[in-house]
C-alpha cells in the first residue's frame, strides 16, 4: 500500500470516528446524567447511540419456556380424552425440568446492567422462583391426595396467572 494511500484511509478512519463521536456526544446531551462520561461515549462510539441489552431476551424466553411447559402440564393433568395428548403437549412437558433448571441457573445468578433491565431481570426472577415454588407445591399436591389431580392443576394455574400477570405489567 502507497503511503498516499494509507495517509488517505488514515485520514477516513479519522474523519468517521469523531463524526461518531460527535453524534454520540449530541445524544448524550439528550440523556440525563449522561454528558461527560466516558463509559457512554466509548459504548456510544462502538455500538450505537442505544443498544438493547441482548440478555433480556434469554431470561424472557426461559421465562416463556417455563410458562409454557407449565400450562402443558395442567392441560395434560385435565385431559380427559381417549386419545394421547397432543405432540406439542407432551413435547413440552418433556422438557420441564430442562426448563426448571435453566430458569433455576439464571435465577440464582447475579445480572450487572442499567438500572431498567436489572429491575426487568429482578421480576423474571422473581417470577421464575414463585413458578418453580408453585411446581413444587403441585407435586407435593399430587402426593399427598393423588384422586386430587384437577385441583391441584386448577391451583398451579392461578399460581401461573397471577406470577406471569406480575411480569407482563
Same mark, same amino acid.
Given at each position: 500500500?502507497?503511503?498516499?494511500?494509507?495517509?488517505?484511509?488514515?485520514?477516513?478512519?479519522?474523519?468517521?470516528?469523531?463524526?461518531?463521536?460527535?453524534?454520540?456526544?449530541?445524544?448524550?446531551?439528550?440523556?440525563?446524567?449522561?454528558?461527560?462520561?466516558?463509559?457512554?461515549?466509548?459504548?456510544?462510539?462502538?455500538?450505537?447511540?442505544?443498544?438493547?441489552?441482548?440478555?433480556?431476551?434469554?431470561?424472557?424466553?426461559?421465562?416463556?419456556?417455563?410458562?409454557?411447559?407449565?400450562?402443558?402440564?395442567?392441560? #395434560? /393433568?385435565?385431559?380427559? @380424552?381417549?386419545? *394421547?395428548? $397432543?405432540?406439542?403437549?407432551?413435547? %413440552?412437558?418433556?422438557? +420441564?425440568?430442562?426448563?426448571?433448571?435453566?430458569?433455576?441457573?439464571?435465577?440464582?445468578?447475579?445480572?450487572?446492567?442499567?438500572?431498567?433491565?436489572?429491575?426487568?431481570?429482578?421480576?423474571?426472577?422473581?417470577?421464575?422462583?414463585?413458578?418453580?415454588?408453585?411446581? #413444587? /407445591?403441585?407435586?407435593? @399436591?399430587?402426593? *399427598?391426595? $393423588?384422586?386430587?389431580?384437577?385441583? %391441584?392443576?386448577?391451583? +398451579?394455574?392461578?399460581?401461573?396467572?397471577?406470577?406471569?400477570?406480575?411480569?407482563?405489567?
Amino acid at each position: 500500500m502507497s503511503q498516499r494511500r494509507r495517509r488517505r484511509w488514515r485520514f477516513r478512519f479519522v474523519d468517521h470516528f469523531i463524526a461518531v463521536l460527535h453524534q454520540s456526544l449530541q445524544c448524550d446531551r439528550h440523556a440525563p446524567g449522561a454528558v461527560g462520561r466516558p463509559s457512554s461515549l466509548f459504548r456510544h462510539a462502538c455500538y450505537g447511540p442505544r443498544m438493547k441489552d441482548q440478555r433480556l431476551k434469554v431470561f424472557r424466553s426461559t421465562l416463556d419456556g417455563l410458562t409454557e411447559s407449565l400450562e402443558a402440564v395442567v392441560r #395434560v /393433568a385435565r385431559w380427559n @380424552e381417549v386419545d *394421547a395428548p $397432543p405432540e406439542p403437549l407432551r413435547v %413440552a412437558v418433556a422438557k +420441564l425440568s430442562e426448563r426448571l433448571s435453566s430458569a433455576g441457573r439464571l435465577a440464582t445468578g447475579s445480572f450487572v446492567g442499567s438500572a431498567d433491565d436489572t429491575n426487568k431481570v429482578k421480576a423474571m426472577c422473581a417470577t421464575m422462583k414463585h413458578l418453580d415454588a408453585a411446581y #413444587v /407445591a403441585y407435586r407435593r @399436591e399430587l402426593a *399427598a391426595r $393423588p384422586n386430587h389431580a384437577a385441583e %391441584a392443576a386448577g391451583v +398451579l394455574e392461578t399460581d401461573i396467572a397471577k406470577a406471569t400477570a406480575r411480569t407482563r405489567n
